[in-house]
């Protein structure tokens, strides 16, 4: 059980907009630190494609962005494209565990 | 370039000890913590610990305290992974990733442990 929250799964067309959430609690996302999102391609290690909830580091496509309110984080996905297709994690740190927290993941398929 | 090259894929029997590395380039080795992350089959990503190289300040999360230790030697610009006594729980990936703030920005390969008798 993951201590933040993703939906296992979001699936889009090529061209389309697909977002992702990211649900957590007062003791991370709410007391308000950060979320980052990473993105896992098959056989890879993770890849940081959101830092400080909507900042991209160089080179990741505009068609990312990320946004916060409250308890919750959201990644959207613009334009998709077959090369997105990968598993997606939010991060944020937890002052009840003193250290990052992860979501589950959501496995992106552009259909 | 910033890099984080892990060590190769072990193969271990259950109860062996283990240390594997995660050796740092193209950065100040001593101005950023150094995390390890475990990965098992199938499974999402899940935080382990945290180690600063340039004071060896580490910090673990409480699923992982007492099971692992994590440690740096400066001078060669080289994370740690250890394990002590390997069960075959521990079979999984392990990647390390370089944080300044609270978040990786760049992430090794990955180190593959498979414990098996």
């Known amino acids: 059980q993951s201590v933040l929250t993703q939906p296992p799964s979001v699936s889009g067309a090529p061209g389309q907009r697909v977002t992702i959430s990211c649900t957590g609690s007062s003791s991370n996302i709410g007391a308000g630190y950060d979320v980052h999102w990473y993105q896992q391609l098959p056989g890879t290690g993770p890849k940081l494609l959101i830092s400080g909830n909507s900042n991209r580091p160089l080179g990741v496509p505009d068609r990312f962005s990320g946004s916060k309110s409250g308890t919750s984080a959201s990644l959207a996905i613009t334009g998709l494209q077959a090369e997105d297709e990968a598993d997606y994690y939010c991060?944020?740190?937890?002052?009840?565990?003193?250290?990052?927290?992860f979501g589950g993941g959501t496995k992106l398929t552009v259909l | 370039e910033v890099q984080l090259v892990q060590s190769g894929a072990e193969v271990k029997k259950p109860g062996e000890s283990l240390k594997i590395s995660c050796k740092a380039s193209?950065?100040?080795?001593?101005?950023?913590?150094i995390a390890w992350v475990r990965q098992m089959p199938g499974k999402g990503l899940e935080w382990m610990g945290i180690?600063?190289?340039?004071?060896?300040?580490?910090k673990y999360s409480p699923s992982f305290q007492g099971q692992v230790t994590i440690s740096a030697d400066k001078f060669i610009n080289t994370a740690y992974l250890q394990w002590s006594r390997l069960k075959a729980s521990d079979s999984a990936m392990f990647f390390c990733?370089?944080?300044?703030?609270?978040?990786?920005?760049?992430w090794g390969q990955g180190t593959l442990v498979t414990v098996s008798s």
């Open positions: 990733a370089r944080s300044g703030e609270d978040y990786g920005d760049y």
């Open positions: 193209g950065y100040s080795f001593t101005s950023y913590w």
């Open positions: 991060q944020s740190y937890d002052s009840g565990l003193s250290g990052w927290v």
């Open positions: 180690i600063y190289p340039g004071d060896s300040d580490t």
